[in-house]
């Protein structure tokens, strides 16, 4: 019981401490005015916490100091690993591979199709949801067992180098957040600069999955790669995955052919040889029809300027041997 | 005095599944896809909410409002089908399998894309189609040349294919994130659920179960035949449309929260046949608390079979009753 005093005192000096180093001047006398009576109190179930405002508007009261975090989608948990963060991490979704150690932590469900009860049962005292990934119900439930949740919307890259800095100040990482968000930019400009110099921006297909032919309009985080990186994205439009025939693909005579898949090796192959029958589209006739990792560009998170620039090296070979 | 010997044995049945129901409720709250020992939820029911508040949380606000609305849709459908069986005269006949369930799925599901509440919208559009294929059925199998009890199956298997395709026709015109979601239900969903929506569905339900109830002895006139329950003093043009109109509010609600979920109302009223006889007024009552029993089971397996997550209940309640359906089907045929 003492222990548990002592780490709770602890605990209550080490926030107070950083709020002094980071002058965080407006919420100190606040901090100090809570710091003391929880020191005679001595009650660790006190927990401090602040109202933000998410990235879908809610007002959601976040903890101060979070360890008990669930993420519920694989991208946020790619951010808070990203960020050094994941002791703070005690859950994740299916799916959530990356980097291989994520997959060990315990697992609330696929991210459309959440357990509740599991998320419920690691006590979370944060849980952090993506507005389009997950279903708008399960942040509703969870708003109702009084479970903090905090929703950020990482729909383009300037948006993910918000979420990720939005998170890093969560879980006081702020630096590394910026540090992160710093490398991205400069890598983006990098590509943005090098693309300057093509004579020509290439017609290039996204396909999402090796079947149906799925590929992405303009309201999506694809299309701002293919564009960022020097193509010319076919599938251009208001909805955010049309769908498309065979016929409507030999009328767009792709330059490029992307296909995001988890496929490899063999599987691979074969999808190369169906396409290898349409010898009318450029892409087939040049050879250059590509399968991509899809979790590299699927998941709103910093991998996805890896995902940029491998495209980059796809659409303009010439261009960014360098980058190699 | 035949008529204290029925009530003796309508008492003796409510009791008995009173009892079991009320054990696989209990049984459902305590087990889950935690993990979580039965002996320690136990402990966490008959102690204070302080002492674990994490497994109070679990148990009354994730489990009890889901096994609640199992009960509710078990009862519900098993009464449905019940009142088919006895109003078509054919043991084969339920919502799900003359395609009540599909019409109204479709009429759910243009509710959610259009972005409807979950109640009344998507109720009220989930009805509306229910009593369209009810009525586009019965126009169907009422020609002279099909009076046959099996051409109204067929002619529902066929209406079940229609919605299917239909539904199928909406989900591949939808490009979002509903998709999912409407995937899901589509297979009978029962997680998701508050206190306050099944509340809702009690309302809807009870004076239902209550007005089948009072409509039990019609039923077993009906069973005879038309024309005999008429001369025995039913009023057919009142009692067959009230039955219909109360068995389609009753599925459209059910798959309004929960999607369609098929065979209930075949497995039930069949085994509590079995077991009670054939009267209705003892059938009524039992088909609310066995059907909200065996559903209760259902989900249970559902949430608790698979590793990872959980399966869509619906895809249970099929599993046992295809294979019972056609079982059914050879024995009626001989």
């Given at each position: ?14 926030v107070?401490v ?7 001047s407006?919420r100190l ?8 009576v ?9 927990v401090?916490?602040?109202q ?14 979070p360890?008990?975090?669930v993420?519920l989608a694989?991208?946020?948990t790619?951010?808070?690993?990203a ?11 299916q799916?959530?591979d990356?980097p ?7 697992s609330?469900?696929?991210?459309v199709?959440l ?32 479970i ?12 993910i ?8 100040k969560?879980?006081?990482a ?6 992160i ?11 943005k600069s090098?693309v300057?110099k093509?004579p020509?921006r ?9 079947s ?13 790669l ?5 193509g010319?994205?076919?599938?251009e439009g208001p909805?955010?995955?049309?769908r ?11 330059d490029?052919f992307i296909i995001s ?11 190369r040889d169906e396409?290898?029958?349409?010898k009318?589209?450029p892409?087939v006739?040049?050879?250059r029809?590509?399968v991509?990792?899809?979790?590299l ?10 995902a ?10 010439g ?6 | 005095?035949e ?30 896809s ?5 002996k ?12 674990d508040?994490m ?9 009890f409002p ?7 849709v078990?009862?519900?459908l ?7 069986q006895?109003l078509?005269r054919n043991?084969?006949a ?17 509710g ?11 109720s009220?559009?989930?009805?509306a189609?229910?009593?369209?294929t009810?009525?586009?059925l019965?126009?169907m199998?009422s020609?002279k040349a099909?009076l ?5 199956l ?8 229609f ?25 009978g ?5 508050n206190?306050?929506q ?12 209550f ?5 039990s ?5 009906l ?7 008429q001369?025995m ?15 389609s509010?009753?599925v459209?609600a059910?798959v309004?929260?929960?999607?369609p979920?098929?065979?209930v ?8 046949r079995?077991?009670f ?15 909200g ?12 079979v698979?590793?990872q997550?959980?399966m ?7 599993m046992?009753?295809?294979p ?7 024995r009626?045929?001989?």
């Amino acid at each position: 019981m003492t222990i548990l005093h002592l780490s709770s005192i602890a605990h209550c000096l080490f926030v107070f401490v950083r709020r002094f180093i980071f002058r965080d001047s407006h919420r100190l006398t606040f901090t100090f005015l809570i710091a003391f009576v929880s020191f005679s109190a001595i009650s660790p179930s006190l927990v401090w916490s602040t109202q933000m405002v998410d990235e879908f508007g809610r007002k959601v009261t976040v903890p101060d100091d979070p360890r008990r975090i669930v993420s519920l989608a694989p991208s946020i948990t790619e951010i808070i690993f990203a960020l050094n963060q994941e002791s703070r991490l005690k859950g994740v979704t299916q799916f959530s591979d990356f980097p291989a150690e994520a997959s060990k932590l315990p697992s609330v469900g696929s991210y459309v199709h959440l357990d509740l009860e599991r998320i419920v049962a690691l006590k979370p005292d944060l849980c952090i949801a993506t507005k389009d990934g997950n279903p708008i119900k399960v942040i509703k439930m969870l708003e109702a067992l009084h479970i903090p949740i905090y929703v950020v919307h990482p729909k383009n890259l300037e948006l993910i180098m918000e979420t990720i800095i939005g998170i890093g100040k969560i879980l006081h990482a702020d630096d590394r957040a910026k540090a992160i968000v710093e490398d991205m930019q400069f890598r983006v400009n990098t590509v943005k600069s090098l693309v300057l110099k093509a004579p020509h921006r290439p017609r290039v297909f996204f396909q999402i999955g090796i079947s149906p032919l799925v590929s992405a309009g303009t309201p999506t985080h694809i299309h701002e790669l293919i564009t960022l990186a020097g193509g010319r994205n076919v599938s251009e439009g208001p909805v955010p995955y049309p769908r498309y025939s065979h016929e409507q693909i030999l009328i767009m005579a792709p330059d490029i052919f992307i296909i995001s898949s988890m496929a490899r090796g063999e599987q691979f192959a074969r999808v190369r040889d169906e396409w290898a029958r349409w010898k009318d589209i450029p892409a087939v006739k040049n050879d250059r029809v590509y399968v991509v990792d899809s979790n590299l560009f699927d998941r709103p998170t910093p991998r996805l300027v890896d995902a940029l620039e491998l495209l980059a090296t796809m659409i303009h070979p010439g261009l960014f041997e360098a980058l190699k | 005095m035949e008529r204290s010997v029925l009530l003796k044995r309508i008492l003796w049945t409510v009791i008995l599944l009173s009892v079991l129901l009320a054990a696989s409720i209990l049984l459902g709250i305590l087990m889950g896809s935690t993990g979580i020992g039965i002996k320690r939820a136990l402990l966490s029911l008959t102690s204070s909410r302080e002492n674990d508040p994490m497994l109070h949380t679990i148990i009354w606000q994730i489990r009890f409002p889901r096994v609640l609305l199992a009960a509710l849709v078990g009862a519900a459908l098993s009464m449905g089908g019940l009142v088919f069986q006895a109003l078509l005269r054919n043991p084969l006949a339920e919502p799900y399998i003359l395609g009540i369930s599909s019409g109204s799925g479709i009429g759910a599901i243009i509710g959610i894309l259009a972005g409807l509440s979950r109640f009344p919208g998507v109720s009220f559009t989930a009805f509306a189609g229910s009593i369209v294929t009810l009525l586009l059925l019965f126009l169907m199998s009422s020609g002279k040349a099909i009076l046959k009890s099996n051409s109204l199956l067929l002619s529902g298997v066929m209406v079940n294919s229609f919605c299917a395709a239909f539904i199928m026709f909406l989900i591949s015109i939808t490009q979002d994130a509903r998709l999912h979601n409407i995937i899901f239900w589509l297979m009978g969903d029962l997680s998701m659920i508050n206190l306050g929506q099944v509340g809702i569905l009690a309302a809807i339900l009870t004076p239902c179960f209550f007005l089948l109830f009072c409509f039990s002895n019609q039923m077993n006139l009906l069973l005879v035949g038309k024309e005999m329950a008429q001369s025995m003093g039913v009023n057919i043009r009142i009692v067959v449309p009230m039955l219909l109109l109360i068995t389609s509010l009753m599925v459209s609600a059910t798959v309004s929260f929960c999607g369609p979920i098929g065979f209930v109302g075949l497995v039930m009223p069949h085994l509590l046949r079995l077991i009670f006889g054939p009267d209705h007024r003892v059938l009524a009552p039992a088909c609310i608390l066995g059907g909200g029993t065996y559903m209760v089971f259902c989900d249970l397996l559902a949430r608790t079979v698979p590793d990872q997550g959980e399966m869509p209940a619906g895809v249970i309640t099929a599993m046992i009753g295809a294979p019972l359906f056609i079982i059914l089907l050879k024995r009626s045929g001989r």
